[in-house]
């Protein structure tokens, strides 16, 4: 084993496990349920402090040290790219940050806005009125779309003529497209782009990759239902360690 990928099946997990396998680098996936709570066990959180999936630990790191761990989607497509010299250019600075700042767009609104969005659509009727929020969040997203799509609609990529990790961050969150809200024909440029990327075998073996067979709510108890609905909502902070 070279990296170990704590993982679930989201639209941030793909991210890691698409360009693994578009680098043909060695992993392997160690599951972390979201649902039942794993993410607050103790091991992922010497890992990841902040308790979100993914996280990566590199068992072979390039300067054949002790192991890296890496959490933050973005900053794990950085360190994989950089390590194996691909998807990201180096020398010349400006293609760099032409890549570094479409993953920053990313991680700071397309992966957020859409997460909200779909947050406040999956609330029930006993949260109360959430049409203001749902229409913030849908409006939004749409926003975004046209943010990707203005960019696309003269380059190939949305760094220019290579692909990069810029779009391999950006692509699972355009998968779902159709729960969003989005009529992808109203964006040609993004649906060229999206088709041109769920074409490749790399991207198609990177969306199959599963964390075990998926669970059935229906065979929880109402009391494990309610247990991980504190756990995942409403969260505060959690108390450091007593010295």
Known sequence: MT???????TSNGKKVTILLEELGAPYQVTPLNIGRGDQFGER??????????????????????????????GAILLYL???????????????????VQWVFWQMANQGPKTGERGHFWRLGPEAGD?????????????????????????????AGAEYSIADVAAYPWTVAWAQQ??????????KRWFEELSARPAVQRGLAVTAGEPEDP??????????????????????????
């Open 181 to 190: 809200n989005i009529d992808l024909d109203e964006f040609r440029h993004v």
């Open 130 to 158: 959430q049409a203001y929020a749902r229409r913030r969040f849908d409006d939004e997203v749409h926003r975004l779309y046209g943010v990707l799509n203005n960019r696309l609609y003269d380059r190939r990529y949305l």
């Open 44 to 73: 992922f959180l010497s890992i990841n402090p902040n308790s979100r999936m993914p996280a990566i630990v590199d068992h072979a790191p390039k300067d054949g040290g002790e192991p890296v761990a890496v959490f933050e989607s």
């Open 3 to 9: 990296i170990e990928v704590f993982y679930w099946p």
């Open 81 to 99: 790219a950089e390590k194996a010299g691909r998807f990201w250019p180096q020398e010349d600075v400006r293609a760099k940050y032409d890549v």
């Open 218 to 243: 229906a065979t929880l108890s109402p009391e494990e239902q309610e247990r991980r609905r504190k756990i995942l909502f409403n969260q505060r902070a959690r108390p450091a360690p007593v010295a």
